[in-house]
């Protein structure tokens, strides 16, 4: 299990994209044999957490992530879709699961300062993720806090779906504020939907240090060839 401490983010490769799993695009019925097949190229899993309100789906739950824990010693990004008013209990209780990251939304306005603070009392990495039609200068204030900046390529919670056009440039501007912000830490940058062949090398051009990968990888006809690909761009 990586340290509480952080330094793990430190660590995460810097010379190649690094490669985030979306647990969501696993075999969910063979899910400890499909993440055991995954896991020599896993830099990072990715847990979706939906309520049905805030994103569309519903999805996953802290038992699914100490259960993840138990079998993976990779780090464990939680990505937190919900309502303002079940945030800080939920990150309570995905802290408690053994996550070692937890991004909320920018677009939980009301609670986020608390969560953050709530998190930093916790000693688990910060994120934040944007939805894809919110303004990306709306991460500034909250930039120097944070571990991880997440941006969503697609309209929030659904697979499948093909990339925003605007989704490189909104890459630029998030490097250009955390580059702006000062932190003495370092913040990675994340794209997060839409992740297709196509997609990848533009969104790497774009200023993307990981991808959150669903069906490019969990379905690929050889996944040690598409690693290969993935880790040359
Ligand atoms: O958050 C998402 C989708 O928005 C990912 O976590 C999914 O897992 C991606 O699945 P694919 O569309 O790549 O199959």
């Not at 919900?82 to 995905?94: P, R, T």
């Not at 939907?193 to 990968?213: C, D, K, M, N, S």
Request: aromatic letters at 6%.
């Amino acid at each position: 299990m990586p340290d509480r401490n952080k330094n793990w983010i430190a660590n995460l490769p810097k010379d190649r994209l690094i490669a985030e799993f979306s647990v969501w695009s696993a075999d969910l019925v063979r899910l400890a044999d499909d993440l055991a097949r995954v896991d020599p190229y896993v830099d990072v899993l990715h847990i979706d957490v939906a309520d049905g309100h805030f994103a569309p789906a519903m999805l996953f739950f802290p038992d699914l992530v100490a259960g993840v824990r138990k079998i993976s010693t990779r780090p464990i990004h939680v990505h937190l879709m919900i309502d303002d008013s079940i945030v800080l209990s939920q990150i309570e209780q995905f802290a408690d699961a053994g996550s070692d990251l937890i991004s909320l939304h920018v677009e939980n306005e009301s609670v986020a300062d608390a969560a953050l603070a709530l998190l930093e009392t916790r000693n688990i990495a910060a994120g934040m993720v944007l939805r894809v039609e919110t303004p990306v200068e709306a991460i500034r204030k909250y930039a120097p806090r944070l571990d991880f900046i997440t941006l969503l390529g697609t309209a929030i919670g659904v697979k499948g779906q093909g990339l925003s056009d605007k989704a490189c440039d909104r890459l630029g501007e998030a490097r250009r504020i955390i580059a702006d912000c000062g932190a003495a830490h370092r913040i990675v940058l994340a794209a997060d939907g839409g992740i297709r062949e196509h997609t990848v090398p533009l969104l790497r051009q774009g200023g993307a240090e990981t991808v959150v990968l669903g069906s490019l990888a969990f379905n690929a006809p050889s996944l040690e060839e598409r690693m290969a690909w993935l880790k040359a761009l």
